[in-house]
């Protein structure tokens, strides 16, 4: 029963860590990344892998998992695109299965959780929910910036090329004019 306990502790510890990793490597992908679609792919991975390990490890998936395991496909739209949302669905929802079908086959066995040990993993549930909607986030304001600065490009290369527009008309009417005279 001790080396459970402290099996389960470790394995807790392994998964803060873990998630505090990722979490550091995908902020830096996403500040240096060119697309941000793999790294969407990536931070929603390390995410559904980490709320599943979390399930995992309290051995029971309640109200709370399943609203942590539902944020992933939306992270995954939101930062990888409606195909990538679909997958990262469907993923979920076996991941969802394939943890209720173990705890209920025996092979996860079901904790009766005290009171103390529930509140850890809410309040780690409730870590991880906020790290990964910041880093989404961040996603976004990258994505908006990226999106502004090349609607500016845009609309400097427009007024650049009425700019020359005018000029040509301006040079075909004073050309027009001098011919005009010279006939």
């Known amino acids: 029963s001790i080396g459970l306990r402290a099996g389960v502790d470790l394995f807790r510890v392994a998964t803060i860590v873990t998630t ?5 490597s995908a902020l830096f992908l996403l500040r240096t ?3 941000v679609a793999p790294v969407g792919n990536l931070i929603t991975a390390i995410y559904l892998g980490t709320v ?12 709370a998992v399943f609203f942590l395991q539902g944020v ?7 930062l ?3 195909r990538a949302g679909a997958v990262w669905g469907a993923a979920t929802l076996l991941q969802i299965f394939a943890i209720g079908l173990a705890i209920r086959a025996g ?3 079901p904790r009766a959780v005290p009171q103390e040990q529930l509140w850890l993993s809410q309040v780690l549930g409730a870590g991880i929910l906020t790290l990964f909607l910041t880093l ?9 910036n990226v999106a502004l600065d090349a609607v500016q490009e845009a609309h400097r290369e427009a007024s650049a090329a009425r700019d020359d527009a005018l000029e040509a008309a301006r040079v075909k009417a004073f050309f027009l004019a001098n011919m005009s005279h010279e006939i």
């Not at 599943?52 to 109200?63: E, K, M, N, P, Y």
């Not at 992933?72 to 939101?78: G, K, N, Q, S």
């Open 52 to 63: 599943g390990l979390l399930a995992v490890g309290i051995g029971r998936t309640d109200v």
């Open 136 to 144: 989404l986030a961040f996603a976004y304001e990258r994505l908006k």
């Open 107 to 109: 092979a996860i066995p």
């Open 72 to 78: 992933a496909p939306v992270l995954a739209t939101l």
């Open 80 to 82: 990888s695109g409606r």
């Open 33 to 35: 990344a060119r697309r």
């Open 20 to 24: 505090g990793v990722a979490s550091i």
